[in-house]
């Protein structure tokens, strides 16, 4: 079985691409922090990261992006922040079994750009995710095929979405996610 080291780009076909693009690009260090949701509030009270009003998060809240990135620039490692609340998220991810009001959720932050990944378990009980759709309002006419999934058979499983724009702007250290989207939006510019 191959070993890959994750600790120099010059290990990598493309390594010298990425340093000719970004010199001072560093390979993060393995593994990376993990950190729950709970544990991220806490740190926000303790190192004065308030909510737009200047309130402190209390469980519950969403952490919005420039909070969020600030924690992250801060401790200034890749964290994998889990554990969300179940009201937060979406109906299909699957609550903790330890602790059923947070799902088995993550996103991965990165310095400097913050959420690049969002990922979870999905629910895979058929009569979870009719609660699922009862709780948040939504009529499971439209998600028959989802719900058949279920019904006929699946497996524990989760799902997840990159950020690919995010995760050019933090490989190649860019200071603006409009330089790595092939067709950026702007108030001047809404069409390709």
Known sequence: KAVVSTQSTGDSKHGDLVRELNPSFKVPQKPFKRMDYREALEYCRENGIRKEDGTTFEFGDDIPEAPERKMTDMIGVPILLCRFPKAMKSFYMQPDKADPIVTE?????LPNVGEIIGGSMRIYDETELAAGFKRE???????????DQRKYGTCPHGGYGLGLERYLMWLLNSGNIRENCLYPRTAERCKP
């Not at 959720?105 to 932050?109: I, K, Y």
């Open 137 to 147: 309002g939504i009529s499971p006419d439209n998600y028959y095929w989802y719900v």
């Open 105 to 109: 959720s993550v996103d991965l932050l």
